[in-house]
């Protein structure tokens, strides 16, 4: 099956274009606060990048910022060529940027199949009209998003849990749900928020799969995550942040040696 | 607390069970006999109560509508009625001779039928006003800003007394007259049936309301289940999960509200029509949470229980509590104690005392039907699971107590 966009999403840009997302200069202030200072990084189409850094980094602050969630007070977030700094959330899904949460975020109280169907609201367009009155085109838009909904249920590997209220799953099915209901609009990029959190080792291997799977789909990865085996693993580039700054960029190989790095994790002398 | 819990035992329905398909059958065989059971219950004397069950109708399409915003997309909506009052003093406006006493100087009367749709329009137009500076608001603050919305429009209607006659309101509002193609070929001089027929029986009132009614849930419920009720959800479930798979949550809390405003829109000019007379007094806050309390009764976002909860209050506040002195005079004979129902010293007599309470009564149903049947009447799938979850949660708790207390 294919999760990637079968009609291009609206700005797509062309192939030659190496970088999906370029982060300029980005600073966001809460008052007094600096979350995100002037931090500035390029993530490449196709690949996997992470985001890493100690709790209070200002890693989920800088997801929000891309995301339209907090719009950054200073600099640019460029996704295609084009500056979103300041564009809503629902714009910047229909731009092609999905997200999951940290802390779970499903629409609780909804079926699993009707999660995945909400997340393709930016991609379809039946009128209020044709919802009223249930036309031809209405039901031919409704099958789509199920059977559409089904496929990415079984491409994260929840499918017999369709009927069940989001809730109701266990909380490693909540994390892979979370992750169809994102890849349902159909993203050129893919955020992802500590997916790797509170999992088993066996779970973990599972969800490196899956990404790789994704990534198949010509999807780019931009994970937070905290799990180093999981990071090492699984990304090219790596950014480091640390009370809001950026300490370091670069491959697995080059951030393991980098000594700010270490003194950030492990506290200077060590 | 024993009671309540075997009680609710007892009530729970089994959640594997959709009682909807059973409730709209009961519903609709129930509609279309009750005219015949009302007649020949009374020998022919019941076009008062077909004219109540008719009022009732726009009780029900209230609470369809105020579902749509509460239940639906879960926007608390305080005030409510002020669109009930725009739809009737719009069919007020532009379907009777009041506007020869305003400054227009002369009487507007326009079909019955175009002034629904007007009134329709009208009420979902203040809907989108009112929403589009306040939507932004979240919970408690949309609450807020609703109730004084809904305090404004009857207070607007009322002390504009040059366009609205003020208190007096305006009275006699044209009654319907069947669309025109409807007085066709066959309405000739020999077959005059329906030659400027007007509605004035209480059975086409009664007729005419119910296959709204029918429209209206055969509408709503295709919603729920389109592209938009499932975003209504999402907004109401999670506002910022919802807007980061791409809902436009601003605008689609405003089609709720309009939709919402439009059905009260509706309501209202029929309400105009049937009652042939709008006044400010009919809109007040009483009415927004009378509406409330229907669908959160009868199971908040299920249009079967929204529809059996706002019958069931329709009937208390309006039929039970009215007709209680009387039976209480009467029950107290019958089982000996007439001496209760002279006034006596400081004993107002039993049915004056019934009188005196009869909000305390209605407050006390209500209670007790919330403990019983926390999730309403006829639940949403939802708000069973939600609650149900609750209620074992308690029981385990008084389980545990009861065991180390034995």
Redesign the interface.
């Known amino acids: 099956m294919t999760v990637a966009p079968s009609q291009p999403a609206p700005q797509m840009a062309p192939a030659s274009q190496d970088f999906i997302l370029k982060i300029e200069h980005v600073t966001k202030r809460f008052g007094g606060l600096v979350a995100v200072d002037d931090v500035s990084f390029d993530v490449k189409r196709g690949e996997v990048f992470a985001l890493i850094g100690p709790n209070g980094a200002g890693k989920t602050t800088l997801f929000n910022s891309i995301?339209g969630?907090f719009p950054p007070s200073d600099g640019r977030v460029v996704f295609n060529g084009r500056d979103i700094a300041g564009a809503?959330?629902?714009q910047?899904?229909?731009l092609g940027i999905?997200?999951t949460?940290q802390n779970i975020?499903?629409?609780?109280?909804?079926s699993a199949l009707?999660n995945v169907?909400?997340?393709q609201?930016?991609?379809?367009n039946?009128k209020?009209w044709?919802?009223?009155?249930?036309t031809p085109r209405?039901r031919q838009?409704?099958r789509t998003?199920t059977d559409r909904a089904m496929e990415l249920l079984t491409f994260v590997g929840i499918q017999a849990h369709a009927e069940n209220?989001a809730r109701?799953l266990a909380y490693g099915q909540q994390r892979r749900l979370e992750i169809a209901?994102?890849l349902?609009?159909r993203p050129q990029l893919l955020l992802l928020d500590e997916p790797a959190a509170g999992f088993t080792p066996q779970e973990k291997v599972e969800l490196m799969r899956l990404v790789d799977k994704i990534l198949a789909e010509g999807i780019t990865v931009f994970l937070i995550e905290h799990d180093m085996k999981v990071v090492m693993g699984i990304s090219r580039n790596i950014a480091v942040l640390d009370h809001g700054e950026l300490i370091a960029l670069g491959s697995p190989e080059v951030i393991r040696k980098d000594q700010r790095v270490i003194e950030a994790y492990l506290g200077k002398g060590a | 607390m024993m009671i309540f819990r075997t009680m609710r035992k007892v009530w729970a329905t089994d959640p594997r069970v959709d009682p909807n398909p059973l409730v709209y059958t009961i519903l609709t065989v129930g509609a279309i006999l009750y005219p015949v059971w009302a007649q020949i219950s009374t020998g022919g004397q019941g076009d008062f109560l077909i004219s109540v069950l008719a009022d009732a109708g726009v009780y029900i399409l209230l609470a369809i509508g105020l579902n749509v915003v509460v239940g639906f997309a879960g926007l608390l909506d305080l005030g409510y009625a002020a669109f009930f009052a725009i739809g009737a003093y719009t069919y007020a406006f532009l379907a009777s001779d009041h506007m020869v006493v305003t400054p227009l100087g002369e009487a507007i009367h326009l079909p019955f039928w175009i002034v629904l749709f007007i009134g329709l329009f009208v009420a979902a137009a203040f809907g989108l006003l009112l929403g589009a500076p306040t939507l932004r608001l979240r919970g408690d603050y949309l609450a807020i800003v609703t109730l004084g919305f809904g305090e404004i429009v009857p207070r607007v209607f009322k002390n504009l007394s040059v366009w609205t006659s003020g208190v007096n309101g305006i009275s006699a509002l044209d009654k319907p007259v069947l669309p025109l193609w409807l007085q066709g070929p066959w309405s000739g001089d020999s077959l005059e049936v329906v030659q400027n027929f007007k509605i004035i029986s209480p059975m086409a009132f009664y007729v005419i309301m119910v296959l709204l009614l029918g429209i209206c849930v055969v509408?709503v419920n295709?919603?729920r289940k389109?592209?938009?009720?499932?975003?209504w959800?999402?907004v109401r479930?999670?506002e910022?999960?919802?807007?980061?798979?791409?809902?436009?949550?601003v605008r689609i809390k405003l089609?709720a509200f309009a939709i919402g405003a439009a059905f009260s829109g509706f309501a209202g000019s029929f309400y105009g029509a049937k009652l042939s007379l709008v006044s400010p007094e009919n809109f007040g806050f009483t009415v927004s949470i009378t509406i409330l309390v229907m669908i959160v009764l009868g199971g908040m976002g299920n249009i079967p229980g929204v529809i059996i909860g706002s019958l069931l209050i329709y009937w208390v506040t309006f039929l039970f509590l009215p007709a209680l002195p009387p039976l209480a005079n009467e029950w107290a004979t019958k089982i000996g104690l007439g001496g209760l129902v002279p006034p006596n010293g400081d004993w107002p007599g039993i049915g004056e005392e019934m009188h005196r309470l009869q909000f305390l009564i209605f407050g006390i149903i209500l209670v007790l039907t919330m403990l019983l049947r926390p999730q309403g009447l006829i639940p949403s799938r939802?708000r069973q699971?939600?609650l149900t979850r609750g209620v074992t949660e308690d029981q385990t708790i008084e389980d545990v107590n009861a065991e180390t207390t034995a």
């Open positions: 995301t969630i809503k959330p629902h910047a899904a229909a999905a997200r949460f975020r499903l629409f609780e109280y909804m009707d169907r909400v997340g609201h930016c991609r379809t039946s209020l044709d919802s009223l009155f249930k209405e838009e409704e998003i209220y109701n209901r994102a349902a609009t | 509408l295709n919603l389109s592209r938009v009720g499932r975003a959800m999402a479930e999670d910022v999960a919802a807007a980061a798979m791409g809902v436009n949550t089609l939802v699971q939600e």
